[in-house]
């Protein structure tokens, strides 16, 4: 089955510390974004890419970086200047960035020890 | 800058007992409305797209409408696996091709 791969589905970061989220995708769709979900707020875009070696920042880049080496794979990396990391993150797809609907996987739930 | 406001918060209804929950947006230049179900722990599932006012959309229980400022997401004698949030996005020529999101409505269904 086609779908959004979303690794580790927990992870938890110590101060300093920076950590990659992975998402991979077999949809073989040319559109990947990141988003962070936090209690009772909407959904709030973090990074997109639209195309392989191609990415653009979102709504709340800050302490946040992003590859796109592969169309398979989009991974996230959330670094120690991002002084509020505790969420839920999610990564969705699209065939391409229009009016399509995204895809999402089931998410990486960050916590700070 | 594009808004989307969902109403209510929260809605807890008894098993059979219909209702609606409402997705208002402030874009311009609608290019799209979709809705998601999102369960506890999981990434938003895809219901339904919406592009014009006057649209509608069915699956099972739920029907999805679109006017000018407003969809709603209809629940027809809902059942307790029904129970998720609901979120619905906006997608405009003015949002460089990205999804605003609303806040979501928790619905809750009792046997």
């Known amino acids: 089955d086609g779908g959004i791969t979303q690794s580790p589905k927990y992870l938890f970061r110590k101060e300093g510390q920076n950590v990659t989220l992975s998402c991979e995708q077999n949809?073989?769709?040319?559109?990947m974004y990141w988003y962070r979900q936090d209690p009772g707020q909407g959904l709030r875009l973090i990074y997109y890419?639209?195309?392989?070696?191609?990415?653009q920042k979102g709504d709340i880049a800050e302490g946040y970086s992003v590859s796109r080496e592969k169309k398979e794979s989009f991974p996230l990396t959330v670094t120690s200047a991002q002084k509020n990391p505790t969420a839920f993150y999610l990564c969705?797809?699209?065939?391409?960035?229009?009016?399509?609907?995204?895809?999402f996987g089931d998410g990486t739930r960050l916590s700070i020890l | 800058e594009d808004q989307v406001t969902q109403s209510p918060e929260a809605l807890r209804l008894q098993e059979g007992e219909s209702s609606s929950l409402n997705c208002s947006y402030t874009?311009?230049?609608?290019?799209?409305l979709f809705w998601y179900r999102q369960d506890p722990g999981k990434g938003p599932e895809f219901l339904f797209t919406?592009?014009?006012a006057g649209e509608e959309k069915e699956k099972e229980r739920l029907k999805a409408t679109l006017t000018k400022k407003e969809s709603f997401l209809h629940i027809t004698a809902p059942k307790p696996e029904d129970s998720a949030t609901y979120l619905c996005?906006?997608?405009?020529?003015?949002?460089?091709?990205?999804?605003?999101f609303g806040s979501g409505t928790q619905l809750t269904v009792l046997p």
């Open positions: 919406l592009y014009s």
């Open positions: 969705a797809s699209t065939p391409r960035a229009d009016n399509q609907p995204q895809h």
């Open positions: 874009v311009s230049g609608l290019r799209g």
């Open positions: 996005a906006s997608i405009s020529s003015g949002s460089a091709r990205q999804l605003t």
């Open positions: 890419s639209q195309i392989v070696n191609d990415f």
């Open positions: 949809l073989n769709h040319d559109a």
